[in-house]
């Protein structure tokens, strides 16, 4: 299993190019199973779990080909609807092919994402949506079985913000027939993008970045081409990585639209940030000042502050001068990371879903454990502001999500280097 080694003092410097967001590109995938045509995909990621949902929609009957950033799916072929635990226990937005093979071969069988690593995490509101357009689902031995002769539209509400949950129904919902409401809809931008591919498809969706989402059901889609928006989480988290260090960053190919929240926190703690906008390219420039001040966040559903930055400030307030309190309202079980930012001498205290943490002077490196995606990326912050080398076990959390981020934070001037354990 690889390790990270990140040695820390290096102030950041230069420029880096943010890759295609990995979760607008996964639910995306998943709507080239509505069409027999050709869906063509720019800017998607090179990272495991993109490679991931290709293995899964490829033993479904998928033709895919895939170079560099260009995906092209052709599920013409489409003959097998279902979802190996397999595939589906590494990563639980397999979840999202349930929607769309149940629209378009009126039967699924995915098999439940079971617990993960930040909660619980449950999929009773994907499954409640479908069921209200009409499908009959069991759950039989361990798989969620959806059978319908054809989806019918319907009025959905969800108990609570849920983002897979609504791309999911979103894109069942363009095959059904009739119209789809769906109710306390997700607005994040991923939702918006997928909206936005669909519609090329050729499907009839108004209200997406809104929580109330319309869907009129069409016979059939078709074909299409499609950028997939840049990372907004890969963009907050190189904000974070020059601004812990100091340092002075562009980052290209990226817009701080998507990132209010996060841009507004970085200048409370002392960055100055501006975006640069050309005909057809858009870029960022931070400037971090020496020492940053702690900032307090809470957590919330877009276009509040996003649970996959909290990991980051955490990192951000341990050498932050002052205190700051960060309250996690989405997952229950999301601190795994203070444990281990602790190890390097960070001052940190949990109660419940509310952390408090006094920035340190220093901290130090050690050997830490990466236990999910954006607490690896925490531990990676840290890393670069630790004395000493911090070496980061199991980093396969991180090549879920980040891609090639040692060559990125490296060009930059870290000191960050990949080792096989
Ligand atoms: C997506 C993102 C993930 C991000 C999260 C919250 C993808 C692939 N992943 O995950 O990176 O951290 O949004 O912004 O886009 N819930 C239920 N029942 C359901 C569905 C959700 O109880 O049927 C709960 C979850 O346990 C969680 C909350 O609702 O507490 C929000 O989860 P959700 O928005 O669904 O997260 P994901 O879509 O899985």
């Known amino acids: 299993m690889d390790r990270l080694v990140v040695g820390g003092g290096a102030r950041l410097n230069g420029e880096v190019a ?66 190996p635990y397999e595939l589906v226990k590494t990563m639980r937005a397999s979840i999202l092919v349930l929607g769309p093979l149940t629209a378009r071969c009126g039967e699924a ?50 108990d609570m913000v849920t983002v897979t949950g609504t791309e999911n129904l ?58 997939v928006m840049p990372d907004r989480i890969e963009t907050g988290t190189f904000l974070c990585a020059a601004a812990i260090t100091g340092g002075r960053v562009r980052l290209t190919g990226t817009s701080s639209g998507y990132l209010d929240a996060v841009v507004d926190k970085l200048m409370d703690a002392g960055c100055e940030i501006h975006s640069e906008k050309a005909p057809g390219s858009e870029s960022i420039l931070i400037q971090a000042p020496s020492r940053l001040k702690a900032v307090s966040i809470r957590t919330a559903p877009y276009p509040a502050f996003p649970t ?15 205190s700051a309190v960060i309250r996690e309202t989405i ?3 999301r601190f795994m990371h203070a444990v281990e930012l602790i190890r ?20 130090q490196g050690a050997t830490v454990m990466a236990t999910d995606l954006r607490a ?19 980093i396969y959390h991180l090549d879920r999500g980040y891609e090639r981020i040692e060559q990125k934070l490296g060009a930059l001037g870290a000191q960050i280097r990949r080792e096989q354990a």
Do not use: W
């Not at 996959?308 to 002052?322: K, L, P, R, T």
């Not at 690896?376 to 199991?394: M, Q, Y």
């Open 376 to 394: 690896s990326a925490s531990l990676v912050l840290a890393g670069l502001v630790a004395e000493g080398e911090t070496h980061i076990e199991r």
């Open 109 to 158: 069988r995915v098999s439940l994402p079971g617990g993960c690593a930040i909660g619980a995490r449950p999929v009773d509101q994907h499954i409640r949506g479908l069921q209200a357009m009409g499908a009959e689902i069991g759950v039989e031995h361990g798989y969620v079985q959806a059978r319908t002769p054809r989806l019918r539209g319907a009025r959905l509400f969800t």
């Open 344 to 363: 390097l001498g960070a001052e940190i205290q949990i109660d419940g879903n509310t952390a408090f943490i006094i920035g340190a002077e220093r901290l």
């Open 170 to 227: 979103m894109m069942a919902a363009c095959l059904a027939q009739g119209e789809t409401i769906i109710e306390n809809a997700a607005r994040e931008p991923e939702v918006v993008d997928l909206a936005r591919c669909l519609v090329s498809m050729g499907a009839r969706i108004s209200g997406a970045g809104t929580d109330v989402i319309h869907i009129h059901g069409v016979d059939r889609l078709h074909g299409a081409r499609h950028r």
């Open 331 to 333: 997952f229950e079980n």
């Open 308 to 322: 996959d930055m909290q990991a980051q400030f955490m990192a951000i307030n341990c050498v932050a001068e002052g």
């Open 18 to 83: 943010i890759s295609g967001a990995k979760n607008a590109a996964l639910p995306i995938l998943c709507a080239a199973l509505l069409t027999r045509e050709t869906l063509e995909l720019t800017n998607v990621p090179e990272l495991n779990d993109i490679g991931t949902m290709l293995k899964l929609l490829e033993q479904m009957g998928v033709r895919v080909s895939r170079e560099e950033d260009r995906v092209s799916l052709d599920a013409g072929g489409l003959h097998n609807p279902v979802a």
